[in-house]
Protein backbone atom coordinates (compact mmCIF):
# COMPACT_ATOMS: atom_id res chain seq x y z
CA UNK A 1 0.00 0.00 0.00
CA UNK A 2 1.27 3.43 -0.89
CA UNK A 3 1.86 6.03 1.82
CA UNK A 4 -0.48 8.39 -0.19
CA UNK A 5 -3.42 7.06 -2.32
CA UNK A 6 -5.04 9.76 -5.01
CA UNK A 7 -7.55 9.60 -7.66
CA UNK A 8 -5.99 10.71 -10.54
CA UNK A 9 -8.96 11.56 -12.31
CA UNK A 10 -9.29 12.96 -14.81
CA UNK A 11 -12.14 15.00 -12.98
CA UNK A 12 -14.53 17.25 -15.48
CA UNK A 13 -17.13 19.42 -13.79
CA UNK A 14 -19.69 22.52 -15.14
CA UNK A 15 -18.86 25.90 -14.01
CA UNK A 16 -20.43 27.10 -10.73
CA UNK A 17 -20.27 22.78 -9.19
CA UNK A 18 -19.00 22.25 -5.61
CA UNK A 19 -15.67 20.06 -6.52
CA UNK A 20 -14.48 17.29 -3.95
CA UNK A 21 -11.05 16.39 -3.78
CA UNK A 22 -9.77 13.27 -1.60
CA UNK A 23 -6.62 11.37 -0.86
CA UNK A 24 -6.18 8.84 2.06
CA UNK A 25 -2.94 8.10 3.64
CA UNK A 26 -1.48 5.09 6.11
CA UNK A 27 1.28 6.45 8.10
CA UNK A 28 -0.50 7.56 11.13
CA UNK A 29 2.60 9.96 12.19
CA UNK A 30 1.49 12.33 8.92
CA UNK A 31 0.39 15.99 11.34
CA UNK A 32 0.60 18.12 8.50
CA UNK A 33 -1.69 17.95 5.42
CA UNK A 34 -1.52 20.18 2.99
CA UNK A 35 -3.32 21.20 -1.10
CA UNK A 36 -1.19 22.09 -3.95
CA UNK A 37 -2.38 23.47 -7.26
CA UNK A 38 -0.38 23.24 -10.06
CA UNK A 39 -0.82 24.61 -13.65
CA UNK A 40 0.39 22.48 -16.54
CA UNK A 41 4.04 23.44 -17.20
CA UNK A 42 3.92 25.67 -13.69
CA UNK A 43 5.51 24.49 -10.01
CA UNK A 44 3.38 23.74 -7.04
CA UNK A 45 1.32 26.03 -5.44
CA UNK A 46 0.57 26.21 -1.94
CA UNK A 47 -3.25 26.41 -1.40
CA UNK A 48 -4.28 25.37 2.15
CA UNK A 49 -2.47 23.84 5.34
CA UNK A 50 -3.97 22.06 7.73
CA UNK A 51 -2.11 20.64 11.27
CA UNK A 52 -3.71 17.63 12.54
CA UNK A 53 -7.31 17.41 12.88
CA UNK A 54 -10.24 19.78 11.50
CA UNK A 55 -11.43 21.57 8.88
CA UNK A 56 -9.53 25.21 7.58
CA UNK A 57 -11.74 27.36 5.10
CA UNK A 58 -10.41 29.95 2.38
CA UNK A 59 -12.64 31.53 0.66
CA UNK A 60 -14.02 29.08 -1.92
CA UNK A 61 -11.76 26.24 -0.64
CA UNK A 62 -12.22 24.41 2.49
CA UNK A 63 -9.86 21.68 3.78
CA UNK A 64 -10.69 18.97 6.07
CA UNK A 65 -9.19 16.12 7.49
CA UNK A 66 -10.08 13.31 9.76
CA UNK A 67 -7.21 11.37 11.28
CA UNK A 68 -9.29 8.86 12.69
CA UNK A 69 -10.47 8.21 9.24
CA UNK A 70 -6.56 8.67 7.68
CA UNK A 71 -8.64 10.73 5.00
CA UNK A 72 -8.36 14.23 3.68
CA UNK A 73 -10.18 16.55 1.23
CA UNK A 74 -10.30 19.74 -0.19
CA UNK A 75 -13.67 21.64 -1.47
CA UNK A 76 -14.33 24.33 -4.09
CA UNK A 77 -17.22 26.17 -4.17
CA UNK A 78 -18.28 27.91 -7.17
CA UNK A 79 -15.92 26.52 -9.09
CA UNK A 80 -14.19 28.65 -11.80
CA UNK A 81 -12.70 27.99 -15.28
CA UNK A 82 -9.35 29.41 -13.70
CA UNK A 83 -9.85 26.10 -11.20
CA UNK A 84 -8.27 23.46 -14.02
CA UNK A 85 -5.21 22.45 -12.68
CA UNK A 86 -3.92 19.80 -11.07
CA UNK A 87 -4.07 19.33 -7.61
CA UNK A 88 -1.39 17.68 -5.19
CA UNK A 89 -2.26 16.45 -1.86
CA UNK A 90 0.93 16.54 0.05
CA UNK A 91 1.66 15.53 4.29
CA UNK A 92 4.11 15.01 6.40
CA UNK A 93 5.49 14.16 10.02
CA UNK A 94 6.83 17.55 10.86
CA UNK A 95 10.35 17.62 10.09
CA UNK A 96 10.48 14.54 7.36
CA UNK A 97 9.96 15.88 3.55
CA UNK A 98 6.35 16.13 2.26
CA UNK A 99 5.30 12.85 0.77
CA UNK A 100 3.00 13.56 -2.40
CA UNK A 101 -0.43 12.04 -3.77
CA UNK A 102 -0.32 11.73 -7.28
CA UNK A 103 -2.38 14.62 -7.99
CA UNK A 104 -5.83 14.87 -9.31
CA UNK A 105 -6.58 16.18 -12.65
CA UNK A 106 -9.24 18.83 -12.54
CA UNK A 107 -11.53 20.64 -15.53
CA UNK A 108 -13.94 23.06 -15.05
CA UNK A 109 -15.95 22.95 -18.35
CA UNK A 110 -17.72 27.01 -19.08
CA UNK B 1 6.66 36.66 -0.02
CA UNK B 2 8.25 33.45 0.01
CA UNK B 3 9.35 33.11 -3.87
CA UNK B 4 11.28 30.88 -5.14
CA UNK B 5 12.99 31.26 -8.68
CA UNK B 6 14.25 28.72 -11.32
CA UNK B 7 16.74 29.54 -13.84
CA UNK B 8 16.76 28.68 -16.71
CA UNK B 9 13.17 27.77 -17.15
CA UNK B 10 13.71 25.27 -20.18
CA UNK B 11 16.96 23.93 -21.53
CA UNK B 12 17.78 22.30 -23.94
CA UNK B 13 20.79 19.89 -24.17
CA UNK B 14 22.72 17.19 -26.34
CA UNK B 15 23.15 13.83 -25.05
CA UNK B 16 26.62 13.59 -22.99
CA UNK B 17 26.85 17.30 -21.93
CA UNK B 18 26.34 18.45 -18.23
CA UNK B 19 23.25 21.05 -17.73
CA UNK B 20 22.90 22.95 -14.27
CA UNK B 21 20.06 24.50 -12.71
CA UNK B 22 20.05 26.60 -10.30
CA UNK B 23 17.09 27.40 -7.30
CA UNK B 24 17.29 30.60 -5.26
CA UNK B 25 14.86 31.54 -2.69
CA UNK B 26 14.14 35.13 -3.10
CA UNK B 27 12.81 36.58 0.49
CA UNK B 28 14.04 34.02 2.76
CA UNK B 29 16.64 32.15 3.90
CA UNK B 30 16.55 28.20 3.41
CA UNK B 31 18.22 25.90 5.42
CA UNK B 32 16.91 22.90 3.24
CA UNK B 33 16.35 22.73 -0.30
CA UNK B 34 14.43 19.70 -2.38
CA UNK B 35 14.68 18.56 -5.99
CA UNK B 36 12.09 17.01 -7.77
CA UNK B 37 11.29 15.52 -11.07
CA UNK B 38 8.42 15.05 -12.56
CA UNK B 39 7.25 12.81 -15.57
CA UNK B 40 4.23 14.28 -17.85
CA UNK B 41 0.92 12.92 -15.56
CA UNK B 42 3.20 11.98 -12.97
CA UNK B 43 3.62 13.30 -9.19
CA UNK B 44 6.97 14.70 -7.68
CA UNK B 45 9.15 12.36 -7.54
CA UNK B 46 11.61 13.46 -4.65
CA UNK B 47 15.29 13.57 -5.59
CA UNK B 48 17.40 14.53 -2.68
CA UNK B 49 17.17 16.83 -0.14
CA UNK B 50 20.17 19.41 0.33
CA UNK B 51 21.08 21.34 3.25
CA UNK B 52 23.70 24.36 3.59
CA UNK B 53 27.20 23.51 3.76
CA UNK B 54 26.13 19.65 4.09
CA UNK B 55 26.45 17.31 1.46
CA UNK B 56 22.72 16.41 -0.17
CA UNK B 57 20.89 13.20 0.91
CA UNK B 58 19.65 11.35 -2.13
CA UNK B 59 16.64 9.16 -2.31
CA UNK B 60 17.09 5.72 -3.34
CA UNK B 61 17.42 4.56 -6.58
CA UNK B 62 18.91 8.43 -7.23
CA UNK B 63 22.23 8.57 -8.89
CA UNK B 64 24.48 10.80 -6.61
CA UNK B 65 27.17 11.21 -8.90
CA UNK B 66 24.56 12.06 -11.74
CA UNK B 67 22.50 14.58 -10.03
CA UNK B 68 25.44 16.70 -8.51
CA UNK B 69 23.76 19.02 -5.93
CA UNK B 70 25.40 21.81 -4.23
CA UNK B 71 23.91 24.21 -1.54
CA UNK B 72 26.33 26.85 -1.20
CA UNK B 73 24.55 29.34 0.45
CA UNK B 74 21.45 29.72 2.54
CA UNK B 75 19.50 31.14 -0.88
CA UNK B 76 20.83 29.38 -3.50
CA UNK B 77 21.13 25.43 -4.30
CA UNK B 78 22.11 23.87 -7.50
CA UNK B 79 21.60 20.58 -9.44
CA UNK B 80 23.80 19.77 -12.20
CA UNK B 81 22.53 16.80 -14.32
CA UNK B 82 26.25 15.15 -15.66
CA UNK B 83 26.59 13.28 -18.86
CA UNK B 84 22.43 13.85 -19.51
CA UNK B 85 20.79 11.25 -22.14
CA UNK B 86 17.40 11.77 -23.20
CA UNK B 87 15.57 9.34 -20.43
CA UNK B 88 16.71 12.44 -18.06
CA UNK B 89 14.70 14.70 -19.82
CA UNK B 90 11.67 15.50 -17.19
CA UNK B 91 10.41 18.60 -15.20
CA UNK B 92 12.80 19.48 -12.37
CA UNK B 93 11.26 21.42 -9.58
CA UNK B 94 13.18 22.35 -6.65
CA UNK B 95 11.18 23.71 -3.54
CA UNK B 96 12.87 25.51 -0.48
CA UNK B 97 12.04 25.33 3.34
CA UNK B 98 12.50 28.49 5.27
CA UNK B 99 14.96 28.89 8.19
CA UNK B 100 11.99 29.39 11.08
CA UNK B 101 9.75 26.58 9.61
CA UNK B 102 9.31 22.77 9.81
CA UNK B 103 10.37 20.49 6.89
CA UNK B 104 6.75 20.60 5.56
CA UNK B 105 6.89 24.37 4.87
CA UNK B 106 7.96 24.43 1.25
CA UNK B 107 7.63 26.79 -1.05
CA UNK B 108 8.33 25.33 -4.79
CA UNK B 109 10.24 27.09 -7.81
CA UNK B 110 8.27 27.35 -11.57
CA UNK B 111 10.23 23.81 -12.43
CA UNK B 112 13.11 23.87 -15.27
CA UNK B 113 12.29 21.57 -18.17
CA UNK B 114 15.11 19.59 -19.64
CA UNK B 115 15.19 17.90 -23.18
CA UNK B 116 18.35 16.29 -24.28
CA UNK B 117 18.32 15.31 -27.25
Known amino acids: QKEVEQDPGPLSVPEGAIVSLNCTYS??????FMWYRQYSRKGPELLMY????GNKEDGRFTAQVDKSSKYISLFIRDSQPSDSATYLCAMSGGNTPLVFGKGTRLSVIA | GAVVSQHPSWVICKSGTSVKIECRSL??????MFWYRQFPKQSLMLMAT?????????EQGVEKDKFLINHASLTLSTLTVTSAHPEDSSFYIC?????????????FGPGTRLTVT
Open chain 1, 27 to 32: NSAFQY
Open chain 2, 50 to 58: SNEGSKATY
Open chain 2, 95 to 107: SANPASGGSYEQY
Open chain 1, 50 to 53: TYSS
Open chain 2, 27 to 32: DFQATT
